[in-house]
Each structure stands twice: as structure tokens, then as C-alpha cells.
């Protein structure tokens, strides 16, 4: 699976932005799907993640209430809905797979696709 990240750019703080991240292939659906993001300087970092037909989710306690996570398989394609961004949320921001169970997500995330850079303006 080979995917690609959209959606970032310059917001304020308290704006929203909506991520996108497109994938090839035929396979998509049968992949759990989780989000990560790097900001400068710190180590990669899980955000949220939703089962492969979509009706769980799993979110980084810094994010939850914040960001919602959705799929449309159909469309072989997986988005982060980011409201009340605050600057902490500076980061480029990945999509992947996620090769384990769903009690271990996120676990083995792997096929990382290229990155979207959200900057929040304070």
C-alpha cells in the first residue's frame, strides 16, 4: 500500500484543518489505519487510529476531544478532522498501516507514506 498525505498548512490557533491521506491499491480496507506526527526536534509520535471498517477509533490523550478520525474505504482514503489546533500541534503529520491486533494499536505501524506540514500560529 503506498499512501499520501494532504490537507496541511498555516492555521491560527483555535482553527481547524482536515487531513487527508489517499491510498493505492485494493487492500486498503482490510488495513487498520493510524495517524503520527513528528514536530522538530521531538520523536514521532501516535495521534489516532481507526479499525479497518471504521466503527473503532483510538486517540493520543493530547488530542483527544480535538481530532476525529474517519475512513471512507470506498475511496481508499482515511482523514483527521483537527479542531481548537493549538502551536503544540506543529508537526508534519503521517498516515500508515497498522499491522497489529487492534489491542495493540498503535503497534507495528509500517508503509509510511510522505508527510503534510500543519503549523499553528499562536
Known amino acids: 500500500v503506498q499512501l499520501q498525505a494532504s490537507g496541511g498548512g498555516l492555521v491560527q490557533a483555535g482553527g481547524s484543518l482536515r487531513l487527508s491521506c489517499a491510498a493505492s491499491?485494493?487492500?486498503?480496507?482490510?488495513?487498520?489505519m493510524d495517524w503520527f506526527r513528528q514536530a522538530p526536534g521531538k520523536e514521532r509520535e501516535f495521534v489516532a487510529a481507526i479499525s479497518s471498517g471504521g466503527s473503532s477509533t483510538r486517540y493520543a490523550d493530547s488530542v483527544k476531544g480535538r481530532f476525529t478520525i474517519s475512513r471512507d474505504n470506498d475511496k481508499n482514503t482515511v482523514y483527521l478532522q483537527m479542531n481548537s489546533l493549538k502551536p503544540e500541534d506543529t508537526a508534519v503529520y503521517y498516515c500508515t498501516t497498522d499491522l497489529s491486533p487492534w489491542a495493540a494499536v498503535p503497534g507495528t505501524p509500517s508503509s509510511w507514506g510522505q508527510g503534510t506540514q500543519v503549523t499553528v500560529s499562536s
Open positions: 491499491g485494493r487492500t486498503f480496507s482490510r488495513y487498520i
